[in-house]
């Protein structure tokens, strides 16, 4: 019995039909978004075209691990482990596009 109530207290919560339908519904906004930048010439040809692909990306990509992945009902040592490296990743990725912008053009 100890054991029971023991088990019950690690079990973790887990998202709801209603939560997955949202979730794809706005991963597919998102995307509606994307395909319909991508059909405005005057959109593409400015400099914030990329950068905004780039952030409706990352956006899904949160999305998808935080709800598919069940990364936001793990415990927050895994939260860590997960987001710590993939922040230096970005800074990483940043730093050399900065650093190697002048080559570009």
Do not use: C, Q
């Not at 395909?35 to 780039?54: D, E, M, N, Q, R």
Request: no cysteine.
């Amino acid at each position: 019995m100890a054991h029971d109530s023991a088990h019950a207290s690690h079990e973790h919560e887990h998202p709801t039909w209603k939560t997955y339908k949202w979730v794809a519904l706005w991963l597919t906004l998102i995307t509606i978004v994307e395909v319909w930048a991508y059909y405005i010439p005057s959109f593409v040809a400015s400099a914030a075209f990329v950068p905004s692909l780039l952030f409706m990306s990352a956006v899904k990509f949160v999305i998808v691990v935080m709800f598919y992945m069940h990364l936001k009902y793990d415990h927050k040592l895994f939260r860590a482990l997960f987001t710590g490296p993939l922040i230096i990743a970005v800074a990483t990725l940043l730093a050399l596009m900065m650093l190697f912008r002048k080559f570009a053009d």
